[in-house]
C-alpha cells in the first residue's frame, strides 16, 4: 500500500491571506491533496519569491508566463524554466503591460531552456539576466547553448544537456526526456524531468500536436506520476493543443497538472477549459489554472 501523501498548499501574498484552497482530492482513499493558491492576486513575483519560505519536503512552482516557471526549494534554491520576462516576440500583441519579474534583479541558480525558440531561450531574458546574476548556470539543448554563446554569456556558465541526460545540482536532480520538435527546421526540443527532495514536476517543454510520430519515444514518462506536470496546450506553431495535451496527461499520469503557453500573446493563446474539463474526467489526476505570476507550494508530509 502506498503511504499517504498529502499536499498543503498555503496562499502568500505579501501579507499572507487567508488559504484559497484549489483543488482537495482523495485518490483511491490513500493519496489526499491539498492545493491552495500562491500570490493570488498576480503581484509582483520578486518580493514574494524573495519573502517566500519553501517547507522542507515542499516545492513553490510560479508561472512567469508563457512556458516559464520559477521554482523555489526549502533551502532556498531559485530555479526559472523557459524565462520569458521580455517582449522579444516584436510583431505579437502582449497580455501584459509588464513581465511578472525583472530579469535585471532576479538572481535564479538555475535557468533551464527547452529549446531555441525566442519565448524560451529568450535573448532579452538571458541577457540582463546574465550580467546582473554572475553566478547563474544557464542549461540547455545544443541549440541553446549556441545561442547563449553568441549572446556573450560564458562557456563555463551553460551547460548542455541531450536526451536522456542527467545532472545534478545541490538538491535539485534533473532528467531530461523527449520533445518533439515543433518546428519545420530541426531543433532539440527537451523536455525536463526535476526532483526536489520527494517531489518531482515534469515540464513538457513544447513537443509537437502529431503524437502518433513519437509516442514510442515517450516510453520514460509513461506513468511518471509526477507530482506536478507543466503541458502547453496552445495550438499555434505546431504546440500540442488541447487533444494532445489531454493524451500527454493521460501517459504521464501526474497528480496535478498545470496548463500553460497560453495568455502570454493574443496572437498564440486558448481557452483552457475544455481541457480542464478533460482532466476532470480522469481518475488520479487533478488540474490547477494558474494566472500569470500565480503560483502553488506542494508540501509532502
Ligand atoms: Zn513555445
Redesign the pocket.
Known sequence: MRRLLVYSMVAIGLAASGCASVVEMTDEAEIEVHAMLLNENCDVLQPILDGLEVPEEGLAVFWTG??GFAIKTHSGSLVLIDPHLSFSMRRATYFYEQPILDPAVVTPDLVFCTHD?I??TDPDTLVPLAEHSPETVFVGPPESASHMKRLGIAEERIVEMLIGDSKQWAEIDVRTVYADCTDTRFTTHLGYIITVGSITLYHTG?TSRFIERYREKLEPIRGLRPDVMLV?VNKG?N?PGLETAIELTRIAEPRIVVPM?IECVHENTVDPQPFLDAVQKMSGTESIRLKNGQGALLRRD
Request: charged letters at 20%.
Open positions: 508563457q512556458a525558440h519565448d524560451h513544447d502547453p506553431y504546440n503557453h
